[in-house]
């Protein structure tokens, strides 16, 4: 797999994008909050996270000294001729133009590597604060959004280098949003306090769905993390059809995103349609082969979401990997998204920090499955929750996200016949959450074995 997302990496760096054609962000637009969109923020909002960031960044001096894993990263840039080329061309490489050389309050945006590990190093030190828009806090998504977009940055957030050592620096800051110390943020501040007036309008039914004790300090979460991993209280998501095992469950929080059949073994993934190619979604592994013209769905999860997983069906747990990838990387076909990677949802799942889970269903008309939850930017831990060899019951957990992760895919051979239920939505960036252990699919054949 190495050496193919090697020739990919010499494809991407050697067709420059076309500029003049990407769309202009309009000063201070806003589009509507989204239940299922990742990020499912503004660039205003974007921008402001930027600027805030920008804001504290600028009252230490340059000569500041950069938290020792974020100096690893500079010392990685700088002595290594591809990465300096490539993180030097990023920044050279984002179009001046007005929507890009600043943000919509005015402020310039960053413009070179330095000034993006300043930033990181600023963001690493404190929790996400609440936004009413949704960007309730990707700060280093927020820094790396454009340079993303462009050629070098295709190229860049690829290479195994460069993601060795942000799995360093996200899981620096994952220690940090582990402990008591990151609780601060979970107070009743009304713009930006978890529990003050613009969250509870955006999650208003959070104490009745979330085991929380509003008496309790921190509503009695011991960290952000425990914030982000909290659980539903018992009843309020029930297993559907828990005794039909033709009945498949939705495994997370999740709106639709895509639903494909007949998905090759290989094909090329980093094109504008981003279509799924097996073989590297599931990282060369050997029960590839069996998927060959499957039919796989693909859903995502919202900033607000529940995070942890759940079995789609009963059955034993084959084989579980948790797959190394990367975390900013997004495919240069879409362009300079606003909030990138929401438009790269589909290449993101053969490239990203993943955990895959391989399942026997009890029903032999499902068979083997596969359900992979793919890491979105910032800490993208994947926590895997069971062991092979482990039997377990339609809505068991799986396991979770821990603060980033925000979309998976539920992956069955070409001989499972299945009628899919999205709720009466067409799949896209604009469906909205179904519940998790919902029904999404009814198996309609005797088929597989």
């Known amino acids: 797999m190495k050496c193919y997302l090697a020739g990919v990496l010499a494809l ?19 589009t509507p909050q989204e239940t299922g969109a990742w990020l499912h923020a503004d660039q205003e909002a974007l921008q402001e996270a930027r600027q805030r960031l920008a804001d504290q960044a600028a009252e230490q001096s340059d000569t500041t000294p950069l938290l020792p894993v974020i100096d690893e990263f500079r010392v990685l840039i700088e002595t290594d001729p591809e990465l300096f080329m490539l ?23 960053a413009r070179d590597y330095r000034e993006m590990l300043r930033l990181m190093n600023q963001a690493v030190t404190q929790p996400p604060q609440f936004n009413k828009t949704g960007m309730v806090g990707f700060p280093i998504n927020a820094i790396v959004n454009w340079a993303m977009g462009t050629p070098a940055g295709a190229s860049a957030f690829l290479n195994d280098k460069v993601n060795r050592q942000l799995k360093k620096i996200l899981a620096y800051w994952a220690v940090y949003l582990r402990s008591a110390d990151s609780r601060w943020v ?30 309790l300090h921190y509503h009695g979460f011991a960290s952000w993390d425990d914030f982000f991993t909290r659980v539903f209280r018992e009843g309020r998501r029930p297993v559907a059809s828990p005794d039909d095992e033709r009945v498949i469950d939705n495994a997370c929080e ?17 094109i504008k ?3 799924y190619s097996l073989i590297h979604m599931l990282a060369d592994d050997p029960l590839a082969a069996q998927f060959e013209g499957a039919t796989v769905y693909q859903a995502f999860l919202s900033a607000l979401s529940y995070h942890r997983w759940h079995s789609p069906v009963s059955g034993r747990i084959v084989k579980t990997r948790v797959i190394d990838g990367s975390y900013y990387a997004a495919t240069p076909a879409v362009g300079f998204d606003p909030v990138s990677p929401n438009e790269s949802q589909g290449y993101i799942t053969q490239v990203a920090s993943r955990a895959l889970i391989f399942i026997k269903a009890d029903n032999p008309q499902i068979g083997l499955m596969a359900a992979m939850f793919v890491g979105m930017a910032e800490v993208s831990s994947n926590e895997i929750t069971v062991y092979e060899g482990q039997h377990v019951e339609k809505g068991d957990q799986l396991g979770m996200f821990h603060y980033g992760g925000s979309t998976h895919t539920l992956i069955f051979r070409p001989q499972v016949d299945l009628e899919f239920d999205l709720h009466d939505q067409t799949p896209g960036l604009h469906s909205e959450n179904i519940p998790v252990r919902e029904r999404i699919a009814t198996v309609r054949n005797q088929g597989a074995n």
């Open 186 to 215: 979970l107070n009743d501040k009304p713009n930006t306090g978890w529990f003050g007036r613009d969250a509870r309008a955006a999650m208003p039914t959070f104490d009745k769905d979330f085991v929380s004790d509003p008496k």
């Open 87 to 109: 993180f030097t061309q990023m920044f050279e490489q984002i179009p001046h133009e007005p929507q890009f050389e600043k943000d919509a309050a005015g402020h310039p945006a």
């Open 254 to 270: 999740s709106a639709p995103y895509r639903l494909a059949t007949g998905v090759k073994l290989r094909d090329r993934f980093w």
């Open 273 to 275: 349609d981003q279509p």
């Open 12 to 30: 991407i760096s050697a067709v420059p994008l076309a500029f003049a054609e990407l769309p202009a962000v309009p000063p201070g637009a806003a």
